[in-house]
Nanobody, 131 residues
Framework: QVQLEESGGGLVQAGGSLRLTCAASGRTIGSYAMGWFRQVPGKEREFVAPNSWSGTSTYYADSVKGRFTISRDNLKNTVYLQMNSLKPEDTAIYYC????????????????????????WGQGTQVTVSS
């Protein structure tokens, strides 16, 4: 079982920055892709960005490309999401997740964008961007 805890959310003005942190426990995440998603009440959970098991490969939704950066520290079992130039439409609950398949697994694919490609999820952290 894996536990994920997100932190770093909050209220920020448009154009500002936040850095989200996701700390994993219960399993070493170094062999798994990690991802960030976000959700607005009443809407589907939206893919934001994944980070490959090594951290060398990243991928971004068009809506955040050029503004957000995903990174990870496998020694700390932690993944980050640096969010710059925030917009009011970035307001959402942000969730981190662990990929379902390890890099050794037959099912591992890149980039993992579907919710079904992730097995464990955190409780989320609220990000609110004011205009």
């Amino acid at each position: 079982q894996v536990q994920l805890e997100e932190s770093g959310g909050g209220l920020v003005q448009a154009g500002g920055s936040l850095r989200l942190t996701c700390a994993a426990s219960g399993r070493t995440i170094g062999s798994y892709a990690m991802g960030w998603f976000r959700q607005v009440p009443g809407k589907e959970r939206e893919f934001v960005a994944p980070n490959s098991w090594s951290g060398t490969s990243t991928y971004y939704a068009d809506s955040v490309k050029g503004r957000f950066t995903i990174s990870r520290d496998n020694l700390k079992n932690t993944v980050y999401l640096q969010m710059n130039s925030l917009k009011p439409e970035d307001t959402a609950i942000y969730y981190c997740a662990v990929g379902r398949y390890s890099r050794y697994g037959v099912g591992y694919s890149w980039p993992p964008q579907r919710r079904s490609e992730y097995e464990y999820w955190g409780q989320g952290t609220q990000v609110t961007v004011s205009s």
